[in-house]
């Protein structure tokens, strides 16, 4: 039978959204099992719809589409210096009313990539590199 784990844990400030706190007597992967956790609950954006106007690049669609769904969108109400939460904010797509898409389930990005030009606002020694976003 294996060894039961009786872990402790020493809060030492609680604020609406930050907690910290020892967790003690316990192992890696009992730490690792309540990161987790609390991963899996912070609400989050993420991107799962990418529609193309041109793509000439040697990168198909599905890739480019895969590689935006992996970057972290940060949520920051208009007027805030701080991060907010999104889940308050915005509700999920399914449970939405609208048809398609409308502000309360989706926010939209636009991104416009020029190879042709040089970015004069760049460091020095990025200056003569083709891409500009």
């Known amino acids: 039978m294996p060894q039961q784990r009786f ?12 907690i910290q706190f020892i967790l003690s007597e316990t192992d890696t992967s009992m730490a690792n099992a309540i990161r987790r ?10 991107i799962d719809l ?9 990168l198909n669609d599905e890739y480019i589409a895969h590689r935006l769904g992996l970057l972290p969108i940060r949520y920051v109400p208009e007027g805030s210096m701080r991060g907010g939460d999104c889940h308050t904010a915005f509700l999920p797509h399914r449970e939405c009313v609208c048809y398609d898409r409308c502000p309360r389930c989706s926010v939209e990005f636009e991104l416009d ?3 042709d030009k040089v970015n004069m606002t760049r460091p020095d020694q990025e200056r003569d590199l083709p891409l500009t976003v």
């Open 7 to 18: 872990p402790k844990i020493e809060i030492l400030s609680i604020q609406p959204h930050h």
């Open 113 to 115: 990539v020029d190879f």
């Open 37 to 46: 956790i609390m991963i899996a609950e912070v609400p989050t954006l993420a």
């Open 50 to 58: 990418v529609e193309y106007a041109e793509n000439s690049s040697v």
